[in-house]
């Protein structure tokens, strides 16, 4: 063999990583130190021969890129279509376990938490506030329930000078819930009331018993239960009412259902139920259809209270309204019970379209 084929035999070509150009170079002897156009080293990062070494694919850290690449080329027309990716299939494998791992992880982080703080995103500030008073409100709830008689339980309600007289008196007349079992949390949220910020709670308590406690801060910044709200409480008893005792005129938290209404969706008739305190999903005793005229301010007190409970909106962003009843409001009324042997009821005034102990209607104006 010539010495010239012998040197265009160990001949291979270059490819400059600065700029671009093609050179030829004596195979073996490494890697050109400048590139004969640009003068420049032609590689661009030694890192690529390491790599290349890595993955069984180079022979010598001293080879350059594109020495590397001229190489492979012919070695690959040797092989099989599919052993220049061998390689690949561990580091995929691997890949694919590290994602599974992680997403098992994140999935088991999530869900350890109890039904509500699994679910909190604790980047605004109602998490935050909810989060941090969790426990304290649950501790609220036990201690509360604990407690036999009104004048202990005072210590956790709003307002417990005035709230002591309606709570003997209705405590005396009503069936109360006493705590054998620790309160198991169904709701939790934040709400915004005129009073300012409200946590708004649901407890599942036994098998089947739910009570519902909105806590406020007081004038010394403690949460306080709403006592009203939970007990559902009214001025007078429900079906004793009904059944003509008592004073004509008094004050109820009651449930609402439309009997019926005008050609635009006003109401214009409705049925009044008692609720429960500890079974909201069910209702007590009914009253006969009470005839309301729509274009009264009660009629469209009404009217809007329902449209929001149909598109699913709870007052103040309330969540509690949702194990209500289908279809039936919550409402404050002010009644008046008309008639001798037939009984009638006229709505005097909404109070409010909630249970809160504040009298705010609870709609937009």
């Keep these: 063999m010539s010495e010239e084929a012998e040197s265009a035999e160990n001949a291979g070509w270059f490819h400059c990583g600065k700029c671009g150009a093609l050179f030829g170079a004596e195979m073996g002897a490494g890697v050109p130190e400048v590139c004969p156009v640009c003068g420049m080293d032609p590689v661009v990062s030694h890192s690529e021969v390491v790599f290349a070494q890595a993955a069984g694919e180079a022979e010598s850290p001293q080879k350059s890129s594109s020495g590397f690449n001229n190489e492979r080329s012919q070695r690959s027309s040797k092989r099989s279509p599919g052993d220049g990716k061998g390689w690949l299939i561990p580091f995929v494998v691997i890949w694919v376990l590290v994602l599974v791992v992680l997403a098992v992880a994140v999935k088991f982080f999530q869900g350890s938490g109890d039904l509500t703080e699994g679910a909190i995103d604790f980047g605004n500030q109602e998490s935050k506030l909810l989060a941090e008073n969790l426990h304290l409100l649950k501790d609220e709830v036990e201690q509360y329930f604990a407690e036999g008689i009104p004048e202990r339980r005072t210590e956790f309600v709003l307002n417990p000078g005035e709230t002591l007289r309606r709570m003997v008196g209705f405590e005396q007349a009503n069936q109360?819930?006493?705590?054998?079992?620790?309160?198991?949390?169904?709701?939790?949220?934040?709400?915004?009331?005129?009073?300012?910020?409200?946590?708004?709670?649901?407890?599942?308590?036994?098998?089947?018993?739910?009570?519902?406690?909105?806590?406020?801060?007081?004038?010394?910044?403690?949460?306080?239960?709403?006592?009203?709200?939970?007990?559902?409480?009214?001025?007078?008893?429900?079906?004793?009412?009904?059944?003509?005792?008592?004073?004509?005129?008094?004050?109820?938290?009651?449930?609402?259902?439309?009997?019926?209404?005008?050609?635009?969706?006003?109401?214009?008739?409705?049925?009044?139920?008692?609720?429960?305190?500890?079974?909201?999903?069910?209702?007590?005793?009914?009253?006969?259809?009470?005839?309301?005229?729509?274009?009264?301010?009660?009629?469209?007190?009404?009217?809007?209270?329902?449209?929001?409970?149909?598109?699913?909106?709870?007052?103040?962003?309330?969540?509690?309204?949702?194990?209500?009843?289908?279809?039936?409001?919550?409402?404050?009324?002010?009644?008046?019970?008309?008639?001798?042997?037939?009984?009638?009821?006229?709505?005097?005034?909404?109070?409010?379209?909630?249970?809160?102990?504040?009298?705010?209607?609870?709609?937009?104006?």
């Design 176 to 365: 109360f819930v006493s705590a054998e079992e620790e309160p198991e949390r169904l709701i939790a949220g934040v709400i915004e009331t005129p009073r300012g910020k409200g946590i708004e709670t649901v407890w599942k308590i036994g098998t089947s018993r739910k009570v519902e406690a909105l806590f406020l801060r007081d004038g010394e910044g403690e949460w306080k239960m709403d006592w009203a709200n939970m007990v559902r409480y009214s001025e007078k008893n429900w079906p004793l009412y009904l059944g003509g005792e008592g004073e004509d005129l008094a004050e109820f938290r009651l449930l609402a259902r439309r009997r019926s209404g005008d050609l635009s969706g006003n109401v214009s008739s409705v049925v009044l139920l008692g609720p429960r305190m500890d079974h909201p999903g069910e209702v007590g005793a009914s009253s006969p259809e009470v005839v309301v005229e729509p274009d009264s301010r009660v009629g469209r007190a009404l009217t809007a209270a329902f449209r929001k409970r149909e598109a699913g909106e709870g007052v103040y962003g309330s969540e509690a309204f949702t194990l209500d009843p289908r279809g039936m409001i919550r409402v404050r009324l002010r009644l008046l019970r008309e008639g001798e042997s037939e009984k009638s009821f006229l709505i005097r005034e909404v109070v409010a379209c909630h249970w809160y102990d504040f009298d705010d209607l609870g709609l937009e104006d």
